[in-house]
């Protein structure tokens, strides 16, 4: 999950770079297709015949990330890369209620409070350090609809080991993925054939196959991973440190780094993990 978060960062600066370019649906399209070829190519060998019963469980994942990426990149279209991953802290909030209701797990006080703490910082980013703005509820649109699509993730953690009957992590996760593709290639067929494909920049293309083959491909596995053997509120933890990672990838890209009273919110969500991991030790 250490490694889940510095990959997924990447997709936010990145991603923030050419959602302009490309419609959402699309861009998460070709991003699943390549990921499905990725990932049945090492599913291949183990994959049987059983592991195709019950299509629907497939479906179900599937069609939530793909709600979620799509989000992600509408999101991205007007919201700054450190403040929709701050947005992404909220889901282990919301994966421990889920991971209730679905499968009775229960949260101690103390990961409450790690929560609590977290859900603080990522609001300080969220609302850009402003107490006004917190108090007015004042939401950037983007936000807000990539705040939908993080509903979507948080459900899926908890979804995995519900209905996963015994199959390997990559198999379960080439199911999910061409599940994913097929939702994508019904519902964004006509974004799909608007796109000027041969038309896109090598940038573009570059991004794109960075987002397929290491921050889903890649990071798919590691979700299942370790989905199959944390809790939900625990897997989703590690996202607490997705806006630091994001600050570090904004430096690197040469893009600046955010206010130093964003970096208030930043250090809580920190803080957070930490108190969550010495809740594990």
Not at 254 to 265: D, S, T, Y
């Amino acid at each position: 999950m250490l490694a889940f978060s510095a990959l997924v960062a990447g997709s936010f600066s990145l991603g923030s770079m050419i959602a302009n370019d490309i419609d959402p649906l699309a861009l998460t399209a070709i991003r699943f297709v390549i990921a499905s070829l990725l990932i049945g190519a090492l599913a291949a060998p183990r994959l049987r015949r059983a592991h195709v019963g019950s299509p629907w469980r497939y479906l179900i994942m599937g069609g939530l990330l793909a709600t979620y990426f799509v989000l992600m990149f509408e999101g991205l279209k007007t919201a700054p890369p450190v403040s929709t991953a701050a947005v992404f802290t909220l889901t282990p909030l919301m994966a421990g209620g889920f991971g209730w209701l679905l499968l009775r797990q229960v949260t101690t006080p103390r990961m409450a409070g790690a929560l609590a703490i977290g859900g603080a910082g990522a609001l300080w980013v969220i609302f850009r350090a402003d107490l006004g703005a917190l108090l007015a509820f004042d939401v950037g649109r983007g936000e807000a609809i990539y705040f939908v699509g993080c509903i979507a993730h948080a459900l899926y953690a908890p979804i995995v080991p519900w209905l996963n009957r015994g199959e390997p992590t990559v198999v379960f996760t080439f199911g999910m993925l061409v599940a994913g593709t097929l939702c994508l290639l019904v519902v964004g067929g006509p974004a799909i054939l608007a796109t000027g494909w041969l038309s896109l920049s090598l940038f573009v293309w570059a991004v794109i196959l960075y987002l397929a083959v290491v921050a889903s491909s890649a990071t798919f596995l590691l979700l299942q991973f370790a989905s199959m053997r944390l809790k939900s509120a625990k897997v989703m933890a590690y996202t607490y440190l997705t806006p630091s990672w994001v600050i570090l990838w904004e430096v690197a890209l040469g893009r600046g780094a955010p206010p130093p009273m964003i970096l208030v919110g930043v250090a809580l969500t920190v803080i957070a993990l930490l108190a969550l991991l010495k809740s594990d030790a």
